[in-house]
T-cell receptor
Framework: DAKTTQPTSMDCAEGRAANLPCNHSTISGNEYVYWYRQIHSQGPQYIIHGLKNNETNEMASLIITEDRKSSTLILPHATLRDTAVYYCIVDPGGTYKYIFGTGTRLKVLA | EAGVTQFPSHSVIEKGQTVTLRCDPISGHDNLYWYRRVMGKEIKFLLHFVKESKQDESGMPNNRFLAERTGGTYSTLKVQPAELEDSGVYFC??????????????FGPGTRLTVL
C-alpha cells in the first residue's frame, strides 16, 4: 500500500499562505493523491485531488513534484476557519480504501 | 444537493446491548464506505459497498459487526453485542466513480458511539 508521511503540526499566520507537505515515495503511476481535512470532530472534508499535474480549485492548490514522490497543499490565504487536521491520502492501487495517517494539525494564528 | 447523512449523531449504550447506525449516501452514489476512529487512533476503513454488494469488508473488526445495504440505497451498521472498545466515531462516505479513475469520497458527519 502506498503510504504518506506528513509533519505532525504546523502554524500559519492568518492571511498568509499555508503550505502543507506530504511525502508519498511509494506511489504508483496510476494512483491519485487526495487531500482532506477534518475540523473538530466533523467528517473529513474533501479538498482536492491530483495525479501528476498541478491542480487548483476554489479551496486550494495542489502541487505534485515531477517524480510524484511528494506533493504540497497550498491554502493561499489561510483564515482561522482553516484550522483543522489535514490528511494526504493515496488510494492504494485503486482499491477505494482510504488509508488515513495521522495528518498535519494546522493552526491558523490571528 | 444533500450530502451524506448519518443517524443518530450520538448513541450511548451499555456493554452487551445492540446498536444500529444508519447512513444515507448522496443520491446516485453507488459506492458506500464505513470508517471509524476509536479513541486516540487513526481513521480506519471498515468496508465498502458497490450498490448492495460488499466489495471489501477487510476492515471489519469481528463478527459482532454487520453491515447491510438493502436495495443499494441507505446502509446500516449493526454492532451486537457492543463492547467497550467499540466506542468511537463511525463515519460513512459515498462516491460515484462511473468511468473515472479517481474516487473522491464524501463523508458524513459521523455517529459518536459510546459504550459504557
Amino acid at each position: 500500500d502506498a503510504k504518506t508521511t506528513q509533519p505532525t503540526s504546523m502554524d500559519c499566520a492568518e492571511g498568509r499562505a499555508a503550505n502543507l507537505p506530504c511525502n508519498h515515495s511509494t506511489i504508483s503511476g496510476n494512483e491519485y493523491v487526495y487531500w482532506y481535512r477534518q475540523i473538530h470532530s466533523q467528517g473529513p472534508q474533501y479538498i482536492i485531488h491530483g495525479l501528476k499535474n498541478n491542480e487548483t480549485n476554489e479551496m486550494a492548490s495542489l502541487i505534485i513534484t515531477e517524480d510524484r514522490k511528494s506533493s504540497t497543499l497550498i491554502l493561499p490565504h489561510a483564515t482561522l476557519r482553516d484550522t483543522a487536521v489535514y490528511y494526504c491520502i493515496v488510494d492504494p492501487g485503486g482499491t477505494y480504501k482510504y488509508i488515513f495517517g495521522t495528518g498535519t494539525r494546522l493552526k491558523v494564528l490571528a | 444537493e444533500a450530502g451524506v447523512t448519518q443517524f443518530p449523531s450520538h448513541s450511548v449504550i451499555e456493554k452487551g446491548q445492540t446498536v444500529t447506525l444508519r447512513c444515507d449516501p448522496i443520491s446516485g452514489h453507488d459506492n458506500l464506505y464505513w470508517y471509524r476512529r476509536v479513541m486516540g487512533k487513526e481513521i480506519k476503513f471498515l468496508l465498502h459497498f458497490v450498490k448492495e454488494s460488499k466489495q471489501d469488508e477487510s476492515g471489519m473488526p469481528n463478527n459482532r459487526f454487520l453491515a447491510e445495504r438493502t436495495g443499494g440505497t441507505y446502509s446500516t451498521l449493526k454492532v451486537q453485542p457492543a463492547e467497550l472498545e467499540d466506542s468511537g466515531v463511525y463515519f460513512c462516505a459515498s462516491s460515484q466513480v462511473g468511468g473515472r479513475k479517481y474516487n473522491e469520497q464524501f463523508f458524513g458527519p459521523g455517529t459518536r458511539l459510546t459504550v459504557l
